[in-house]
């Protein structure tokens, strides 16, 4: 499974989600941020559920209805606790991400969105 992480989500989450077999983009490492539109946009053509803590990229989607390959927002939870809470939702919720729906996910409690139907 593919997942572009935020610039605002832990860098060293790339290695560990690498060890548990995703394919991991990190927009930290590009020369510079392009912006959450730039972000989304690419997440999307290539493939990939996006991660970020920005509740603007549900914003871009439910609201402008930008396209995307599913949405991960993380809240309130340490840069450690980041990777195991994104691999529990990939785990659980990675088949519908990829058709568009947007989870938001803090330690002991997650909200689904599921795709919308006209896209």
Not at 73 to 95: A, F, N, W
Not at 97 to 108: F, H, M, N, P, S
Request: aromatic fraction near 8%; proline fraction near 6%.
């Amino acid at each position: 499974m593919k997942v572009l992480l935020d610039t605002c989500v832990y860098g060293g989450g790339v290695e560990i989600l690498e060890a548990a077999g995703y394919d991991v983009i990190w927009a930290g490492n590009w020369p510079r941020d392009p912006g959450d539109e730039e972000i989304l946009r690419r997440a999307y053509s290539e493939g990939r559920i996006l991660i970020t803590l920005d509740k603007d990229f549900g914003e871009l989607a439910v609201l402008f209805r930008k396209p995307h390959c599913g949405i991960i927002r993380l809240v309130d939870l340490s840069y450690t606790q980041e990777p195991k809470v994104c691999m529990q939702v990939l785990d659980k919720y990675g088949e519908v991400l990829q058709k568009g729906a947007i989870v938001t996910a803090e330690l002991d409690r997650l909200r689904f969105r599921p795709p919308d139907p006209e896209t």
